[in-house]
Protein backbone atom coordinates (compact mmCIF):
# COMPACT_ATOMS: atom_id res chain seq x y z
CA UNK A 1 0.00 0.00 0.00
CA UNK A 2 1.53 3.21 -1.09
CA UNK A 3 1.83 5.65 1.62
CA UNK A 4 -1.41 8.27 1.10
CA UNK A 5 -1.27 11.94 1.51
CA UNK A 6 -4.39 14.06 3.40
CA UNK A 7 -5.35 15.04 -0.28
CA UNK A 8 -5.44 11.65 -1.55
CA UNK A 9 -7.21 9.66 1.63
CA UNK A 10 -10.11 11.98 1.43
CA UNK A 11 -10.28 11.80 -2.48
CA UNK A 12 -10.37 8.22 -2.12
CA UNK A 13 -12.74 8.47 0.53
CA UNK A 14 -14.97 10.32 -1.19
CA UNK A 15 -14.90 8.51 -4.51
CA UNK A 16 -15.76 5.11 -1.83
CA UNK A 17 -18.65 7.24 -0.59
CA UNK A 18 -20.28 8.48 -3.78
CA UNK A 19 -20.83 4.87 -5.07
CA UNK A 20 -22.05 3.57 -1.61
CA UNK A 21 -24.65 6.49 -2.25
CA UNK A 22 -25.22 5.18 -5.61
CA UNK A 23 -25.39 1.23 -4.33
CA UNK A 24 -26.85 1.50 -1.33
CA UNK A 25 -27.52 -2.15 -0.69
CA UNK A 26 -23.91 -2.52 -0.82
CA UNK A 27 -20.99 -2.37 1.88
CA UNK A 28 -18.01 -0.54 2.17
CA UNK A 29 -15.69 -3.75 1.64
CA UNK A 30 -17.85 -4.39 -1.87
CA UNK A 31 -16.58 -1.52 -3.70
CA UNK A 32 -14.74 -1.73 -7.16
CA UNK A 33 -11.79 0.84 -5.68
CA UNK A 34 -10.26 -1.59 -3.77
CA UNK A 35 -8.93 -3.39 -6.61
CA UNK A 36 -7.53 -0.19 -7.47
CA UNK A 37 -6.16 1.24 -4.28
CA UNK A 38 -5.41 -2.48 -2.77
CA UNK A 39 -7.27 -2.93 1.03
CA UNK A 40 -6.95 -0.70 3.48
CA UNK A 41 -7.48 -0.78 7.14
CA UNK A 42 -11.18 -0.56 8.59
CA UNK A 43 -12.11 -0.51 4.58
CA UNK A 44 -11.53 3.49 4.91
CA UNK A 45 -8.51 5.83 3.34
CA UNK A 46 -9.16 7.85 6.49
CA UNK A 47 -8.36 5.19 8.99
CA UNK A 48 -5.27 3.75 6.43
CA UNK A 49 -3.68 7.65 6.13
CA UNK A 50 -4.29 7.22 10.31
CA UNK A 51 -2.08 4.17 10.80
CA UNK A 52 0.19 5.27 8.26
CA UNK A 53 1.07 7.96 10.22
CA UNK A 54 1.05 6.63 13.45
CA UNK A 55 -2.42 7.49 14.57
CA UNK A 56 -4.56 4.84 16.25
CA UNK A 57 -6.67 4.55 13.00
CA UNK A 58 -10.16 5.24 14.52
CA UNK A 59 -10.50 8.62 16.56
CA UNK A 60 -10.25 12.19 16.73
CA UNK A 61 -7.68 12.97 14.84
CA UNK A 62 -9.73 11.53 12.25
CA UNK A 63 -9.29 13.91 8.41
CA UNK A 64 -13.12 13.93 8.66
CA UNK A 65 -14.70 16.40 11.11
CA UNK A 66 -17.63 13.87 12.23
CA UNK A 67 -20.06 15.22 14.47
CA UNK A 68 -20.06 13.57 17.80
CA UNK A 69 -16.15 13.47 17.86
CA UNK A 70 -15.45 10.02 15.85
CA UNK A 71 -17.46 7.68 13.25
CA UNK A 72 -18.06 5.49 15.99
CA UNK A 73 -19.97 7.87 17.54
CA UNK A 74 -23.36 6.73 17.75
CA UNK A 75 -25.04 9.75 16.29
CA UNK A 76 -22.38 10.50 13.71
CA UNK A 77 -23.69 9.54 9.97
CA UNK A 78 -21.08 6.41 9.44
CA UNK A 79 -23.32 4.50 12.43
CA UNK A 80 -26.42 6.10 11.25
CA UNK A 81 -25.31 4.58 7.60
CA UNK A 82 -24.55 1.08 8.90
CA UNK A 83 -27.45 0.87 10.74
CA UNK A 84 -29.83 1.59 8.27
CA UNK A 85 -31.86 -0.95 6.26
CA UNK A 86 -33.44 1.55 3.89
CA UNK A 87 -31.96 1.96 0.53
CA UNK A 88 -33.24 5.86 0.68
CA UNK A 89 -31.61 5.67 4.35
CA UNK A 90 -28.78 4.57 3.43
CA UNK A 91 -28.11 6.97 0.28
CA UNK A 92 -28.88 9.68 2.37
CA UNK A 93 -26.12 8.88 4.83
CA UNK A 94 -23.48 8.27 2.28
CA UNK A 95 -24.28 11.72 1.05
CA UNK A 96 -23.49 13.37 4.47
CA UNK A 97 -20.18 11.66 4.38
CA UNK A 98 -19.50 12.73 1.06
CA UNK A 99 -20.43 16.35 2.17
CA UNK A 100 -17.72 15.85 5.41
CA UNK A 101 -15.07 15.11 3.16
CA UNK A 102 -15.90 18.22 0.56
CA UNK A 103 -15.57 19.90 3.68
CA UNK A 104 -12.47 17.91 4.85
CA UNK A 105 -10.62 18.85 1.25
CA UNK A 106 -12.03 22.19 1.23
CA UNK A 107 -9.96 22.62 4.62
CA UNK A 108 -6.70 21.29 2.97
CA UNK A 109 -3.93 24.11 1.78
CA UNK A 110 -4.97 24.56 -2.04
CA UNK A 111 -2.11 22.57 -4.26
CA UNK A 112 0.65 24.60 -5.87
CA UNK A 113 0.60 25.06 -9.61
CA UNK A 114 3.13 23.54 -11.16
Known sequence: MK???KRKALEICRELWVWLADHPEKWKN???GWEKYGKMKAYCPCCEYNEQHGYHYCNAACLIKWP???CLNDFSPYRQ???AISPAIRTK???KIVKLCDEALA???KRKKK
Open 3 to 5: RLT
Open 30 to 32: EWP
Open 68 to 70: GGI
Open 81 to 83: WAG
Open 93 to 95: YAR
Open 107 to 109: RLP
